[in-house]
């Protein structure tokens, strides 16, 4: 399956031309969800999600269901991402620790976006 990833932007690529080579710039933490190194070659694709209605985690530790309020917690955090896809690992900060919750499902289907939608939270 492929991996999607959610961009603001793309400036003037020429869609209708193969491009055999550019070079992309990306942070540390997006390298390592796509378990990339320096160098290594990806395909872009640009495509159209359906919008959320649903989605569901499992935490990767049972420490994250510890804290005060957890669903609270990461339905905060799922702010700062702009889609989800089934399968996925995303990793929550919260008090100076690291959670990771698996994407188990999302509605209305394996890749979604995530931005203005009113979306179910389940667990």
């Known amino acids: ?6 961009a603001l932007y793309f400036s ?3 869609l209708a031309e193969v491009i055999e080579t550019v070079n992309l710039f990306i942070n540390f933490k997006m390298m390592r969800n796509l378990s990339l190194e320096e160098g290594h070659y990806i395909q872009l694709k640009s495509v159209t999600l359906p919008v959320a209605t649903f989605s569901k985690f499992e935490p990767q530790s049972v420490d994250f269901l510890e804290v005060s309020d957890p669903k609270a917690i990461l339905e905060n955090c799922l702010r700062n991402f702009g ?4 399968g996925d690992t995303i990793a929550i900060p919260y008090n100076g620790k690291l959670f990771e ?5 999302t509605k209305p289907g394996p890749a979604v976006t995530i931005i203005e939608c009113d ?3 389940g667990h």
């Open 12 to 14: 003037s690529f020429p």
């Open 83 to 86: 889609c989800l896809t089934t």
């Open 119 to 121: 979306m179910e939270v």
């Open 1 to 6: 399956m492929p991996i999607i990833i959610h």
């Open 101 to 105: 919750l698996r994407v188990l499902e």
